[in-house]
């Protein structure tokens, strides 16, 4: 049974870091591709980045230079370093992983996905 857990989600100030990590079970997460998403309260679901099998990543536009995407494939673990945190990044993040994803950041390219870890970043 394909299982993912967020977590490292909390409450930080503007300027702040977190790092909220996925544990995946019941697949290796190695031969799949790994992404989060966000979504803020009356938003769509986002895409915020993505690492592909081979470790190549993606980032959406809003997050460059600004978090990092990262897997360690021994721990069957995604990562996402999230560094000078805005307001605007508050939202409920979310783990997906698939097989193969065409659009990376695509939320209807994932099957699997967690349930999410609360990101709330306050003035």
């Known amino acids: 049974q394909v299982q993912l857990v967020e977590s490292g989600g909390g409450s930080v100030q503007a300027g702040g870091s977190l790092r909220l990590s996925c544990v995946a079970s019941g697949f290796f997460a190695t031969n799949y591709d790994m992404a989060w998403f966000r979504q803020a309260p009356g938003k769509e679901r986002e895409g915020v980045a993505a690492i592909e099998s081979d470790g190549t990543s993606s980032l959406a536009d809003s997050v460059k230079g600004r978090f990092t995407i990262s897997r360690d494939n021994a721990k069957n673990t995604l990562y996402l370093q999230m560094n000078s945190l805005k307001l605007d990044d508050t939202a409920m993040y979310y783990c997906?992983?698939?097989?193969?994803?065409?659009?990376?950041?695509?939320?209807?390219?994932?099957?699997?996905w967690g349930q999410g870890t609360q990101v709330t970043v306050s003035s």
């Open positions: 997906a992983a698939d097989f193969w994803a065409k659009w990376l950041l695509d939320k209807d390219e994932y099957n699997y």
